[in-house]
């Protein structure tokens, strides 16, 4: 951690642990983990989970593990895995040992389980899942004993080992715990705790046809790594007292304790993965690490830095209450931390063609400005004035609004970094678009001010001959909807309601961009300050013919100002 980083905000969780510390409960110790499902990639509300477990194990110097919680082999992959992995340590973070897999632990979940089926507190049940479904009661309901619950423990013993070697179908039996059918807390209606499942698993292959329930895996995998504090999101709070239950009833190395959160949600975006991953099979988006996910790694290949995500987690602390935060909020981040380190430079995204007459043709002139203006260290950068220059599209207008500070006919701009030019004549095409503008410079005007005038509008530009081509992409909101899943609930039958709300611009292709020389050579991953435009991160998609930019951020939040936010 760098000397101007910030000791981290305090939260109700630090209370916890400052007291257990104080109490020398767990003999002071801190150990935390990270438990994705490996069914998606992670994304930015797993970022404020990353950040608040591998946060709180290095302040408090103890350890946090990374676990894959793969009890769901069907939905879950390698590359998921590779990808959580790559995403955790660009954060950062470093996890202690190996990573861990749920799956290391399933024979002594399933030991476990006998102990359980032994204690009378689980049993085989029979009830197909509609049956299983209907005794379980509602909310307002309690619900009814399943018939199978009287079995005794040889019979269930037996029954279980069978499932285990895969005398039964899928969804024939399950194994289930031995709770309480009245219980107002559904979770507590004996649950199953294991399912058949006759598929491969990515980490165990074919050893196992059954596998443990997420909620009976998860206690006791933190019991077995000495999990000191199990943190996870507010939706778990109905299922503490299972998790609870499970670690009274067995004999485990540890009893964690499980503390709630609120979980992240961001406006204009979605953080579901089952959604997310509908998003790229569908292919509304280019891929997981589409720039304009919420995926750590879109953020990520849109230019957003580790720190800047650190930071975001950091701001918008922890609690107890769910709530949304404003995408502007993770796009403040962003441009705190590149305006600071990324260099400036010149990029024309949209080119029109300007002849500057009074220039000799041929005549060449080196010019140079700063990388940064307030960091010297970042040195000097070199580019050409020549006759024929680019500028923007968007800093001409014809017909000027009042107090147009930019170019127009028989008026004077500054060329930013360059000389004063004029506007005398306006060449169009048959369609009667603007293509070329014939302007003449005032060659007394550079690092001057003009004589005996006034010119205030600044204007960023491109040598024709020296500069580079470039793609621009540039990026909007990935919804048109503040709130795309609450939006779509209205809609009863299905959840893909979300989609309408997509935004179709969100999108927007430059091909034929001009960069000034000096970015020549950037490398995917390098962020500049294009002059005026905002923040852009090269795309891995760059090649040595040609730079394709990401826009990472505008300069200012110009969406808020345009009355889109509340
Ligand atoms: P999703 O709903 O996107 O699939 P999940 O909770 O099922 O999320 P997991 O892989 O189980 O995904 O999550 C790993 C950890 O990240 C869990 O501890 C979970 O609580 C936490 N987490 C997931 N989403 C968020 C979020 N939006 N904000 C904070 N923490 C989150
Ligand atoms: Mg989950």
């Not at 649950?191 to 329930?213: A, L, S």
């Not at 796009?331 to 300007?354: Q, T, W, Y």
């Not at 040595?544 to 505008?554: A, D, G, M, W």
């Amino acid at each position: 951690m760098s000397e101007t980083e910030t000791k981290p905000s305090s939260n109700f969780i630090r209370h916890i642990i400052d007291e257990d510390i104080s109490n020398n409960k767990n003999e002071g110790k801190v150990v935390t983990r990270f438990p994705p499902e490996p069914n998606g990639y992670l994304h930015i509300g797993h970022a404020k989970s990353i950040c608040l477990n591998f946060g709180l194990a290095q302040d408090y110097k103890g350890i946090c593990n990374l676990r894959f919680d793969d009890t769901n082999p069907e939905k879950e992959d390698m590359e998921y895995i590779d990808s959580i992995k790559a995403d955790v340590s660009w954060l950062g973070f470093e996890w202690a040992d190996e990573p861990k897999y749920a799956s290391n632990y399933f024979a002594q979940l399933h030991q476990y389980a006998i102990d359980l089926i032994k204690a009378g507190k689980a049993y085989v049940c029979s009830l197909s899942p509609d049956e299983a479904r209907e005794y379980r009661g509602s909310l307002k309901e309690p619900g009814k004993n399943s018939p199978y619950r009287d079995q005794s423990v040889e019979e269930n013993l037996d029954l279980f080992e069978r499932m285990k070697k895969g005398e039964f179908d899928e969804g024939a039996k399950v194994l289930r715990a031995r709770i309480d059918m009245a219980s107002p807390n559904i979770n507590m209606r004996d649950p199953i705790i294991y399912r058949i499942r006759k598929v491969e698993h990515h980490q165990t292959g074919n050893e196992w046809c059954i596998y443990p329930m997420y909620d009976y895996t998860h206690c006791i995998s933190d019991a077995i790594e000495g999990i000191t504090h199990s943190l996870c999101t507010l939706e778990f709070e109905d299922h503490r007292p299972l998790y609870d239950w499970v670690l009274d009833q067995l004999d485990t190395p540890t009893h964690p304790q499980q503390i709630e959160f609120a979980r992240l949600n961001l406006n204009y975006t979605i953080t579901s993965k089952r959604k997310l991953k509908q998003l790229v099979d569908e292919n509304h988006v280019l891929g997981w690490d589409d720039p304009r996910m919420p995926t750590i790694s879109g953020l990520r290949r849109r230019g957003y830095t580790p720190a800047s995500i650190r930071d975001f987690s950091d701001r918008i602390g922890v609690t107890k209450v769910d709530g949304v935060v404003d995408m502007g909020t993770l796009e403040f981040c962003i441009r705190e931390d590149l305006e600071h380190s990324a260099p400036r430079a010149m990029c024309v995204i949209n080119p029109l063609k300007v002849t500057i007459e009074s220039w000799a043709d041929g005549h060449e002139e080196e010019l140079s400005a700063p990388r940064h203006p307030k960091d010297e260290s970042m040195g000097r950068r070199n580019f050409k004035m020549t006759r024929v220059i680019y500028i923007d599209r968007s800093d001409f207008e014809e017909v000027p609004p009042p107090k147009y500070k930019r170019l127009t006919v028989d008026k004077e701009v500054r060329l930013r970094n360059s000389y004063v030019i004029k506007c005398n004549e306006v060449i169009k095409d048959e369609q009667g678009e603007v293509i070329e503008l014939k302007c003449s410079h005032d060659a007394d005007t550079l690092g001057k001010k003009p004589e005996g005038r006034k010119v205030k509008g600044v204007i960023h530009w491109v040598s024709a001959e020296h500069s580079v081509p470039a793609e621009v992409r540039l990026y909007d909101r990935l919804f048109t909807e503040e709130s795309p899943d609450s939006a779509a609930k209205n809609h009863e039958d299905d959840d893909s309601h979300f989609l309408d709300f997509l935004n179709p611009d969100s999108l927007t292709v430059m091909s034929n961009a001009r960069a000034e020389m000096s970015l020549a050579d950037t490398q995917s991953g390098d962020s500049f300050q294009f002059e005026r435009e905002g923040y852009f991160t090269a795309d891995p998609d760059t090649t040595s013919e040609k730079l394709v930019f990401n826009r990472t951020v505008s300069l200012r939040d110009s969406w808020a100002k345009a009355g889109n936010s509340k």
